[in-house]
T-cell receptor, first 112, second 115 residues
Framework: EAQVTQNPRYLITVTGKKLTVTCSQNMNHEYMSWYRQDPGLGLRQIYY???????DKGDVPEGYKVSRKEKRNFPLILESPSPNQTSLYFC???????????FGPGTRLTVT | SQKIEQNSEALNIQEGKTATLTCNYTNYSPAYLQWYRQDPGRGPVFLLLIRENEKEKRKERLKVTFDTTLKQSLFHITASQPADSATYLC??????????????FGTGTQLKVEL
């Protein structure tokens, strides 16, 4: 089944404890993105990647890192999480530069 | 400043009627516009894409219009069903010179179709 998977789905952590949210797609898509979704603010793009080893900042990149060492994987790294990073995170992939985004199921992160 | 506006209030309609959702934007010139459906606790699901030089796009019971002069897109669901109840998001798509793209999403409109 063609899909985007994210892990973990739920995570509660403490301020400053490094964490990684994994994202993997099995559709051989070149484009991948990370978004966060907050009430009243909608989905905001954190980082995106156009291909292996090619990444760039989205609208809200502060406090996040990404890497794209393989085409299928695009992990999101929070080196020192803070409470304002409590949010619902979505990974997405796309076959084309302007094509439809295929979203993962989401990761609900709480930083206390 | 740049802004995307979708009806913040929920839209309640009766089964069988046509639902019309609005996406307005200011100070943007997107190359494309997309519509997504999102159910509670789940990721958005792509529905339709329309290019800036297209006036209208249809897919089954769905229709999207794109007026770059008015800076507005309308999303219609005809013969609506309770299963159409969800939040609908519009997204502006910008092509970046470096080869990437940027999607800017509206906050969504919640649609509820009642029996």
């Amino acid at each position: 089944e063609a899909q985007v998977t994210q892990n973990p789905r739920y995570l509660i952590t403490v301020t400053g404890k490094k964490l990684t949210v994994t994202c993997s797609q099995n559709m051989n898509h070149e484009y991948m993105s990370w978004y966060r979704q907050d009430p009243g603010l909608g989905l905001r793009q954190i980082y995106y990647s156009m291909n292996v080893e090619v990444t760039d900042k989205g609208d809200v990149p502060e406090g996040y890192k990404v890497s794209r060492k393989e085409k299928r994987n695009f992990p999101l790294i929070l080196e020192s999480p803070s409470p304002n990073q409590t949010s619902l995170y979505f990974c997405a992939s796309s076959p084309h530069r302007v094509g439809e985004q295929y979203f993962g199921p989401g990761t609900r992160l709480t930083v206390t | 400043s740049q802004k995307i506006e979708q009806n913040s209030e929920a839209l309640n309609i009766q089964e069988g009627k046509t639902a019309t959702l609005t996406c307005n934007y200011t100070n943007y010139s997107p190359a494309y516009l997309q519509w997504y459906r999102q159910d509670p606790g789940r990721g958005p699901v792509f529905l339709l894409l329309i290019r800036e030089n297209e006036k209208e796009k249809r897919k089954e019971r769905l229709k999207v219009t794109f007026d770059t002069t008015l800076k507005q897109s309308l999303f219609h669901i005809t013969a609506s069903q309770p299963a159409d109840s969800a939040t609908y998001l519009c997204a502006l798509v910008f092509i970046l010179t470096g080869g990437g793209n940027k999607l800017t999403f509206g906050t969504g409109t919640q649609l509820k179709v009642e029996l």
